[in-house]
């Protein structure tokens, strides 16, 4: 069984910084892509950013560029997000995601009905 868990949010100030881990287990995910979503409160469910399994093509979303980072051990199968300049937008609940295997184009990185396996989320808050 396929299992996606987030670790690591919380509350942290404007400004501040926070990284977020997802181990994945139960599948093989040698050739998976990885990515992070978020939902804020009455909105929906939008694309962060995510990496290719070689970690050689990373994708982020406009309002992260530049202050958020991911990244990947394939060894632990565990992806990270490091979010810096937080700012109080960036309050959702963050989503782990993978896919089964390598995605076709590169415009389904930023799709969440291409990703097939999901964490439970965490949420994160970032004050003003």
């Known amino acids: 069984q396929v299992q996606l868990v987030e670790s690591g949010g919380g509350l942290v100030q404007a400004g501040g910084s926070l990284r977020l881990s997802c181990a994945a287990s139960g599948g093989t995910f040698s050739r998976s892509v990885m990515g992070w979503f978020r939902q804020a409160p009455g909105k929906e469910r939008e694309f962060v950013t995510a990496i290719s399994w070689s970690s050689v093509s990373t994708y982020y979303a406009d309002s992260v560029k530049g202050r958020f980072t991911i990244s990947r051990d394939n060894a632990k199968i565990t992806v990270y997000l490091q979010m810096n300049s937080r700012k109080p937008e960036d309050t959702a609940v963050y989503y782990c995601?993978?896919?089964?295997?390598?995605?076709?184009?590169?415009?389904?990185?930023?799709?969440?009905?291409?990703?097939?396996?999901w964490g439970q989320g965490t949420q994160v808050t970032v004050s003003s």
């Open positions: 995601a993978a896919t089964r295997g390598l995605l076709a184009r590169n415009s389904y990185y930023y799709a969440d009905r291409w990703y097939d396996y």
